[in-house]
C-alpha cells in the first residue's frame, strides 16, 4: 500500500481551471493514478471555498465536481490523530498549519507520494512521503 498518492486541492483545482497546461497536466495524473488517490475532507471542503470564492466554476458545478471526486477517489475525514500529527510536523517542519494537515493525512492514510503545486518539490517527509509538484516534473 505504499504507493498510494495524497492529492492537495490545488491538484483539482487546476483540473478544473482555465489554466490549459495545468488543467491538462492535473487531468493526466488523476486519471493516471485513479485507483491510487485519497483526498481528505479538508482537500474538499478547499476546493470548494476556492472554486466558490475565485469563481472558477458555478455553484452547482462545484458541487458536481466535488462529489465526483469524493465518489472516484479514496476519501479520508480528518481525524484527532490527523490534527495532532498536524501539530507536531508544523513544529518541526515549519509549515504552514493547514499545509501540516495535508502532510499529516497523506502519512496517517499510508501514501509514500503528496502530489501538491505548493511545497517543495521532492522534499521527504519522515523518510515516508515525499511532496512531488507535478508542474515541476518536466
Not at 23 to 28: F, G, N
Not at 29 to 42: E, N, P
Not at 105 to 110: H, I, Q
Request: with cysteine; net charge negative; proline share 1%.
Amino acid at each position: 500500500m505504499k504507493d498510494e498518492i495524497f492529492i492537495d486541492s490545488n491538484i483539482l483545482i487546476y483540473s478544473v481551471s482555465q489554466n490549459l497546461s495545468k488543467c491538462q497536466t492535473s487531468r493526466e495524473l488523476l486519471l493516471k493514478h485513479v485507483d491510487r488517490i485519497t483526498v481528505s475532507s479538508q482537500v474538499i471542503n478547499e476546493f470548494i471555498n476556492v472554486c466558490i470564492k475565485k469563481s472558477i466554476l458555478d455553484l452547482s458545478g462545484t458541487f458536481e465536481k466535488s462529489n465526483e471526486f469524493m465518489e472516484i477517489f479514496r476519501f479520508a475525514v480528518i481525524t484527532k490523530s490527523d490534527i495532532r500529527l498536524a501539530m507536531d510536523i508544523k513544529k518541526r517542519y515549519r509549515f504552514s498549519y493547514w499545509d501540516s494537515l495535508i502532510i499529516a493525512s497523506a502519512l496517517e492514510n499510508n501514501c509514500s507520494i503528496l502530489y501538491s503545486e505548493d511545497m517543495q518539490h521532492s522534499q521527504v517527509i519522515e523518510d515516508d512521503l515525499k511532496i512531488i509538484n507535478p508542474f515541476e516534473m518536466g
